[in-house]
């Protein structure tokens, strides 16, 4: 392993054009050789657009797992002076949604949800899962005869909207409306958002609103066996403003929806193209499936879905010889600290017997909920796969969306034989 890197003065100009060439579509198809020159520059570099960025695996599982760091909730963002970025229709739902929660807000919401995903939640999902995955494999089979087929239009896109839409037990022809609108919401969730991604954020996020705003007085007025009515009556029973119940179980659904299709759908995507670029690794589990879940947890090493997640400093702190000032907040680049040589032997292998520990779903009090679900549904989908379709390979490189913090290939094309 090699030395810690000490904190150095960095040149402005450096920093943000590896930026730019990161979020460039070139950028995300190959940005192992950006992330190892930013740790070049330190575990902890000045960001020129403000605060700091952590590169190091390990000062981002410490933020991560810190009980006293905070997330950039709507208090934070309204003191913030860039005003179009923080202030934002889309940028201030999202200060509300449980991952931008701080304790006690986020204590009392997280314990409204009660268990979801534990594992007779997951036993109950799972034949549905296996069911939908076996008719998109179906589709996708079909289209194949015929030369090639994109993974992501017929598969990974597909999977992760029908799941949580049955779940919640929304109409099946407003799925497709449902991932168009997450892939526009997201952006406001980036480094950099452009003035026109704000727009197509806001007015994406103002349509999510008044979808689940409708779905909530819907089950209001006729409750069913579903989580928004699960939600609706464990709200009514602490809140006795029923406009700030239903607020809340809005709120709940939004970020459910949001969570659960764009990082799930780029887990599953990734998952593919990893294994058909290497080709005796996949052979090999072919012959052992059973280990589908130690392949499942390099992929989300090798490419987690989220590449950035956002921390605030409690109170003046130093990280690696640099004081943060409370308030200021720390990008921890995930995706640069997964491939650090301080903590992975071969970092830039990727490995599906390496067994090592990975940060794809955060830490902390905000460990991502639907972890064991993005799981399961990585788990069905290779399993399918695996048995039904050998001989797949990558005909076409593919398409990247020009992004920093969330990961979207939008096209993988494959034939077959």
């Keep these: 392993m090699q030395p810690a890197l000490a904190a150095a003065p960095i040149d402005r100009r450096s920093v943000v054009s590896l930026f730019s ?16 020159k930013l740790r070049a520059m330190g575990d902890i570099v000045q960001a020129p657009w403000g605060g700091y960025l952590a590169t190091s695996y390990g ?6 797992r810190s009980r006293s760091w905070r997330v950039p909730d709507s208090a934070w963002r309204a003191r913030q002076d860039d005003v179009a970025r923080w202030n934002a229709s889309a940028s201030r739902q999202m200060g509300d949604t449980l991952p931008m929660l701080n304790p006690p807000h986020h204590t009392r919401v997280r314990r409204s949800l009660g268990n979801v995903f534990d594992r007779k939640s997951l036993a109950d999902m799972k034949s549905s899962v296996e069911q939908t995955t076996s008719r998109l494999l179906d589709r ?23 799941t949580i839409g049955e779940w919640l037990k929304v109409p099946p022809a407003d799925y497709g409306l449902l991932r168009s609108l997450t892939h526009d919401q997201v952006y406001t969730q980036e480094l950099f958002p ?6 197509l954020s806001d007015e994406s996020t103002h349509q999510l609103r008044e979808y689940f705003t409708a779905l909530v007085s819907e089950r209001r007025r006729k409750p069913g066996d579903d989580p ?86 409690p109170e003046d702190t130093e990280l690696a010889g640099v004081t943060v000032r409370k308030n200021e907040m720390v990008q921890l680049m995930v995706g640069a600290a ?79 034989g």
Aim: proline content about 7%; glycine content about 4%.
């Design 228 to 313: 928004v009515s699960s939600w609706l009556r464990v709200w009514d029973a602490q809140e006795p403003d029923r406009d700030a119940a239903d607020e809340a179980v809005y709120a709940l659904t939004l970020f459910m929806v949001l969570a659960a299709l764009e990082t799930t759908a780029h887990v599953l995507s990734s998952a593919v193209r990893l294994l058909l670029e290497h080709p005796r690794q996949l052979n090999w589990l072919r012959a052992h499936p059973e280990q589908i879940p130690d392949a499942v947890d390099e992929v989300l090493r090798y490419d987690a879905p989220i590449h950035m997640i956002s921390r605030v400093a």
């Design 140 to 162: 996708f089979e079909e289209e194949l005869v015929y030369g090639q087929a994109d993974f992501c239009a017929l598969v990974s896109e597909e999977l992760p909207v029908i």
């Design 59 to 64: 000062l981002c599982h410490q933020l991560l």
């Design 194 to 199: 452009t003035p026109s991604q704000l727009a």
């Design 338 to 416: 997964h491939h650090d040589p301080n903590h992975y032997a071969a970092p830039e292998d990727f490995d599906i017997h390496r067994r090592a520990s990975q940060l794809a779903f955060g830490g902390g009090i905000h460990y991502c909920l639907g972890n064991a679900l993005a799981r399961m549904e990585a788990d069905c989908l290779l399993t399918g796969l695996l048995e039904r379709l050998p001989g797949l390979r990558i005909s076409a490189p593919p398409v990247w969306e020009p992004r920093v913090a969330f990961r979207r290939m939008i096209t993988l094309p494959v034939v077959r």
């Design 21 to 36: 060439r990161l979020r460039t579509a070139d950028g995300q198809s190959n940005s192992l050789p950006l992330y190892a």
